[in-house]
């Protein structure tokens, strides 16, 4: 008990508030409260949330400043729309003009009907704001919204407290079934009618106070103040201040408007439990119309905004795979890199009618490399690419780190050489540039200029072309892990090979993934990760991670020793149980490899 006393009430660690700002002068804010720096930069540890509020008690208001990546998506997304239209660079200004054209809400409608039903209705929502995760997705296509406080009003519900409390399964609910809702009062339906019911903002309740109440606007600020801040240091105190606010309430509903005591104060014991997650509905709308914009785009423009995204997420591996997987499921291709093709950023090939990554997004390619491939491409073949018409090396930026990186990759296959099978695989002239590289840097003739012209020397590519023929090719999974590990994405062309997956078509073999609750049958997966697990009895099973030619992913349980043969790329078939509590599931006795 004593060490319980004695840590009770202090500070467990000092944290910082991620948009949390107070504004004032440095030497009023040094007299007025503690300043200390924390990880380089000052910061009081007086706090405003649930356990004290320090700040407005002694006349500090806290600005929350929210810096959002949808706004520069939004931006550069615009950018490359006029850039393919216009072919020219668009200044800022021109950005603005076109956003403010099509999108800004204080001159457009946000009433796009093919918006709502293409993005919100159904399951194309990539680097949508307030719908990446997949429980708020879901309830999304519950929901069906169709206007802004629809919108908002899933962003408001979409979250921890309202989720335990299951309001967005009876906010589904209710909507579908919004004719039947019946309302005690016309004020009450007025003000909760938009949400079908449900108090879901604190402006909401704030006008029920007011309107029904007869609490004057200051009375209903203060009311949201005492329902929604609590504070450990005024429990005391707001608990009498709640009371006399629902005593004022019921009283104020009977005597004004005619509600019966009984239908007000359920009312307010709905308000009161709404407090307890309260969101307003300022933030909630400004946070749907963002959403709305990214789902315009994602509409209308649909290659530029997926473009947009993927290369906003190019330097975060998990998030980038995470959004290859999602386009792909759309049914777009993601391409290769190409050193033809590709340049600084990611961008949509009506050519090729795929995706076209960066060469940036290659590890081991500098941006310097990539501009001064940029500057002399196009390459028609090898020895364009190595030397100028003079026999010069014909890079100072693109080194031998470089050239492995796209051979690994297979960035070359526009090249002459790799069409006509001249060269006949990426090993073998990866093995020709690297182990030759130094020769080759000297001049098209492995030596300088000069001495070449003393001795009258032959190219050397030739030569070293039939010295290495025969080279062995890397072998399926080898070329999926070094593309996996440079450009942190997988190739569906080498992971699904396309004459396997027609047998596995014609033979009307499903996916594990594909399998539905409580099925049994023959079915096959890709690994993805395998963890090996014990149970309580010192049972040995694995948990396997598996993906399907749609990009699905899931769990698969496998019991027993599973092969050494069982590694990441490598498809599978096996009889297989679909548990709809526990998942899929299988022994390793019942799994036969299809490809390794």
């Known amino acids: 008990k004593s060490h319980i006393e004695s840590l009770f009430m202090q500070n467990r660690s000092i944290g910082r508030h991620a948009g949390g700002v107070i504004i004032g002068p440095p030497e009023d804010l040094e007299r007025s409260m503690p300043i200390i720096g924390v990880r380089g930069e000052l910061q009081t540890p007086w706090t405003e949330g649930m356990n004290f509020r320090n700040l407005e008690d002694n006349g500090f208001i806290k600005f929350d400043f929210l810096g959002l990546t949808l706004l520069k998506d939004v931006e550069n997304c615009i950018r490359r729309i006029l850039t393919r239209e216009t072919g020219t660079e668009p200044t800022f200004i021109e950005i603005r003009d076109w956003f403010d054209k099509h999108l800004n809400c204080r001159y457009v409608d946000q009433d796009d009907n093919d918006v709502w039903e293409h993005v919100y209705h159904q399951r194309r929502k990539t680097g949508v704001f307030q719908f990446t995760a997949e429980g708020a997705r879901r309830f999304c296509e519950d929901a069906k919204p169709t206007s802004i406080i629809e919108l908002a009003a899933l962003t408001a519900i979409y979250r921890p407290g309202p989720l335990r409390a299951n309001v967005h399964k009876k906010y589904v609910k209710d909507k579908a079934r919004a004719e039947e809702i019946e309302y005690p009062h016309p004020i009450i339906k007025e003000i909760l009618g938009p949400t079908f019911g449900h108090v879901t903002f604190q402006e909401q309740f704030m ?216 060269i006949e695989n990426h090993r073998q002239l990866h093995d020709i540039i690297i182990d030759n590289y130094d020769k080759l840097k000297k001049s098209k003739f492995g030596m300088t200029l000069r001495q070449a012209k003393k001795s009258d020397a032959e190219e050397i590519l030739p030569t070293l072309i039939r010295e290495y023929s025969g080279v062995e090719d890397w072998s399926r999974i080898e070329k999926l892990q070094m593309y996996q590990d440079m450009c942190s994405a997988t190739r569906d062309d080498l992971a699904f090979p396309e004459e396997m997956m027609d047998k596995i078509a014609s033979s009307n073999v499903k996916s594990v993934l594909n399998m539905a609750p409580n099925e049994k049958g023959v079915a096959w997966f890709c690994v993805v990760e395998t963890i090996q697990k014990t149970t309580k009895n010192k049972k040995v099973f694995y948990r396997v991670k598996i993906t399907d030619d749609q990009s699905n992913t899931g769990w698969l349980r496998i019991w027993g020793k599973i092969p050494a043969s069982m590694q990441p790329f490598t498809i599978w078939l096996t009889q297989a149980h679909n548990d709809p509590n526990w998942g899929a599931s299988t022994s390793s006795a019942k799994v036969r490899p299809l490809v390794k």
């Open 207 to 422: 006008l029920l106070a007011q309107k029904l109440g007869g609490f004057t606007p200051a009375e209903s600020d203060k009311l949201r103040k005492t329902l929604v801040k609590k504070s450990l240091d005024t429990i005391g105190k707001k608990g009498g201040e709640r009371e006399a606010a629902r005593q004022k309430f019921v009283k104020g509903a009977k005597e004004i408007n005619g509600v019966p005591e009984h239908i007000s104060q359920e009312l307010w014991e709905r308000i009161e439990f709404f407090s307890v997650y309260g969101f307003n509905k300022s933030h909630a709308v400004a946070y749907a119309i963002g959403s709305y914009y990214a789902a315009w785009l994602h509409t209308h423009y649909e290659t530029d905004w997926l473009g947009t995204i993927l290369e906003s997420e190019n330097n975060n591996p998990t998030a980038l795979s995470k959004a290859i997987a999602e386009i792909k499921a759309m049914g777009y291709n993601v391409g290769t890199p190409d050193i033809n093709e590709s340049g600084l950023s990611w961008a949509w090939s009506e050519q090729r009618k795929s995706f076209i990554p960066p060469l940036t997004s290659i590890k081991g390619l500098g941006k310097n490399a990539v501009k001064e491939i940029m500057e002399k491409r196009p390459y028609s073949s090898v020895e364009a690419m190595l030397h100028n018409e003079d026999g010069k090396w014909h890079h100072s930026k693109l080194n031998k780190t470089g050239f492995s990186a796209l051979c690994k990759v297979e960035a070359l296959d526009c090249l002459d050489e790799m069409w006509n099978g001249t």
